[in-house]
């Protein structure tokens, strides 16, 4: 189960401040682990706004069940998170949502809150089901023990993690009107990570007062254009979940409109902040040792350059070539064509780099091997596509495809 | 570049008899391969129909344009087939249309046929300019030598390998009407093979007497149930090209008419023998040592069932478990839901091979790993999935991915 740390790994962690109105705590449960904490417990002020967003799975894990009906109440206060690794609760079936409730249930208990006030995210192996009878005594104690200080944030980025190789954090300290207020971010993963969703599993804190539909639409906007722009194997997990969680403590005067000019700053932070905590999942995508970024531009539109981009970041063959420092720009044209969007091949253009090795429908003439391969042989690097059709962007975030990742994938559950 | 052979290989090749109308040869041109074949030269008697289906790339091959202009004419003569390994004349510009058009006037010259008369096919490297002037005197060469003999099928199969392992080969004998008629088929393609398209290279040769209108419609049927329904890594090549040439020599009386039930024997052989072709390109998946069927049933019609068959037989997940030989259904569940197809995650059932492993959206309470373990041992496996919505069903092929996927992929160019 355990693997070196990703060659892609931040030099160090950032620390992260506490967050006014949040308390966290991580305990061992012992749901599939030894000797690692495997459940975060977040305790939230009264008065917490939550906003989410889910997996587009047509099978949801019991726990995205869960949130989403727990989101429906709309300004609903928030005041628990729980999150366990090990066991994703996912095609569970009844035992499953009776694990969820029963979660909802003790956790309320111990933050002497309604259990429609808990938000609960597993992750972890498919089907397994989840003894939730583990969480007994372990969160009364985890509310008991739960404080502010700011090393609970990297240990509840540790407790969160399964093949995941280091944890992932981020911060941002942001003004938001009359008030200064803290940003803070946790995710998680590393595989079964895939374009349309929110990532496996990240959340986000912040001592902002805003109400709930404004933070709804703040993070399905910065969703878009950060965790929906990663992609480590093209699949798409169960249990995807993105949330934003916002205590109100900082006191900052009401904001209603999402055009309020005073958000701009807030919002430009949180985007930020997700794209950090999205990239850091690409740097950790199993048996990674290159972190791509993937930059169509020219075509026709927006989203059609948004599926080129996938088209390529997910391609098995680009990926391998990247693994083996090849500089296999046919298999960006093959994969720009097999994107199934308005493509001319006689007008494209591709860059490793600052190399351009294509221009117009053929290899570029002055094109460099030498130049082109010390590229690839870069830690990180862009493959740029411009298809000469339009205004249409996107840029998408991958990791090339070793060898790694079938050991770590063909030996998971074993 | 030389890798063993395929454990999934058949044990033997099948001797192919002389198709009336139809002689080969093949020869060394030096595209790029050292000490092997790498272009096949098939002359076809006058009269001879041809249809065709090919990548619906955006990005196509400059052969591909130019066999698909060729077919445009309609009811033209077919008269030569020139296909070469080493090089795919993909993304080559100007430079590769003019390489196309110097091959089909060498060819003419070599087959006594007008240019437009002569089918061209091209595989291996995308980007690299095709060097056509290799073809002079190699064709003239093989014109010569060219005979209907039984060995030559086996040597044009040969000669159209690139990454392939071992060469692809079937033949059917079947009654068309008043007549016998002899069906032989050859295929390469072994990565960059994928759903929607025709596989890399395919050339069926049959002596039945068919109007070219018919022979489209069959072939393009065919095509989805055979090659439509392989995929190795999702990644559609620039150059897919799937053709089936009739040369008229059987005599048999006229038939102008789909629907006529004298073709139906025929049309059987033809899906037959295009499906075994496609299962050859599955068990020769770059690293592949497992074959797997993904049967779906129970979905809401056909297309959804195809789609839900291609993101399950496409997931990396999936087809490294299966290459760890682990029953982990649970990532069967996520290929499903992620599928975007109408799915019930509680009415959903799940077997590997004969075992049960789930239904009802949980695991099967009779489950047995010991069982499913056994199935996951096994050179080749069906993965069967019942959505339990309507009568929608499909079967696809895939192979598994492995380490050896990565590392032929990771240096394929150099």
Not at 329 to 338: L, T
Not at 340 to 352: T, V
């Amino acid at each position: 189960m355990s693997h070196p740390v990703s060659p892609l790994a931040p030099p160090r962690q950032p620390d992260l401040p506490p967050v006014p109105g949040v308390r966290l705590a991580t305990a061992q449960a012992g749901i599939r682990y030894r000797d690692r904490t495997d459940v975060l417990f977040v305790l939230l002020d009264p008065g917490t706004r939550a906003a989410g967003v889910f997996t587009r799975s047509k099978c949801p894990s019991a726990a995205v069940d869960w949130c989403r009906e727990a989101l429906g109440a709309g300004e609903a206060e928030a005041r628990a998170l729980v999150v366990n690794s090990g066991n994703a609760n996912a095609f569970t079936g009844l035992r499953g949502r009776e694990a969820v409730r029963l979660t909802a249930g003790i956790a309320g208990q111990a933050a002497a809150c309604a259990p429609g006030q808990v938000f609960i995210a597993s992750t972890g192996v498919i089907g397994e089901p989840l003894d939730a009878t583990k969480f007994e005594g372990v969160l009364a104690d985890c509310a008991g023990r739960a404080d502010p200080g700011a090393a609970g944030w990297a240990q509840a980025a540790r407790a969160i993690m399964t093949t995941d190789t280091f944890p992932k954090l981020a911060t941002r300290r942001v003004r938001l009107g009359d008030a200064e207020v803290t940003l803070n971010g946790i995710a998680k993963g590393a595989g079964m990570i895939a374009p349309d969703m929110a990532t496996m599993l990240s959340f986000v804190f912040t001592d902002a007062a805003l109400p709930a539909p404004l933070l709804q639409a703040l993070l399905a906007r910065g969703a878009q254009t950060s965790f929906n722009c990663v992609t480590v194997d093209g699949d798409t997990s169960t249990s995807d979940t993105l949330m934003l969680f916002a205590t109100g403590r900082a006191g900052n005067a009401a904001i209603a409109s999402l055009d309020d000019p005073r958000l701009a700053a807030f919002a430009a932070a949180l985007d930020d902040l997700l794209v950090e905590l999205a990239q850091l999942v690409a740097r950790d995508g199993e048996g990674a040792r290159k972190l791509v970024t993937v930059a169509v531009t020219g075509a026709s539109d927006d989203r059609a350059a948004h599926r080129i981009a996938m088209s390529i970041a997910n391609s098995p063959l680009v990926k391998t070539a990247v693994a083996g420092e090849d500089a296999n720009w046919g298999r960006v044209v093959m994969a720009v064509g097999k994107a199934g969007e308005p493509a001319d091949r006689d007008r494209l253009a591709i860059w490793f780099g600052d190399v351009r090795v294509a221009a117009e429908g053929a290899r570029d003439p002055a094109y460099d091997e030498a130049a082109a391969s010390a590229v690839m042989r870069e830690p990180e690097i862009t493959i740029r596509v411009d298809l000469g059709l339009g205004g249409g962007a996107a840029r998408v975030w991958t990791c090339d495809l070793t060898k790694a990742y079938v050991e770590i994938n063909g030996d998971y559950r074993s």
